[in-house]
């Protein structure tokens, strides 16, 4: 039996630009336009565009000017893990110290 992911072709995910997801939210901001309707007229999900509101919200209240490009959340998740790495090492250099000094004394 097949399962259902393999009848599917993967699904596309559309890529939108900084630039158009603050043009959507500042749409919604309009008197008059509601977050379905502004939705509905860019071809995107209402959830989506409530999400890039929720993401303008939180940059604005952070002090920054936009959220992290995928190239800097790669290099976020890269230097954490060789943070956690590193840390490992130190410990295990920190036990075969006492380890060792233990014996010559």
């Given at each position: 039996m097949k399962s259902k992911s393999s009848t599917k072709s993967a699904r596309n995910r559309r890529?939108?630009?900084p630039e158009f997801k603050a043009e959507a939210v500042s749409?919604?901001?309009k008197p008059g336009q509601s977050v379905a309707q502004v939705a509905k007229d860019l071809g995107v999900a209402d959830g989506?565009?409530?999400n890039w509101m929720k993401q303008a919200d939180a940059s604005i209240e952070n002090g920054t000017a936009g959220l992290l490009s995928a190239s800097e959340k790669e290099e976020l998740a890269t230097l954490r893990r060789e943070n956690k790495q590193l840390r490992t090492?130190?410990?295990i250099l920190k036990k075969a110290t006492?380890?060792?000094a233990k014996d010559h004394i």
């Open positions: 890529k939108f630009t749409l919604t901001k989506v565009l409530r090492e130190r410990e006492a380890f060792f």
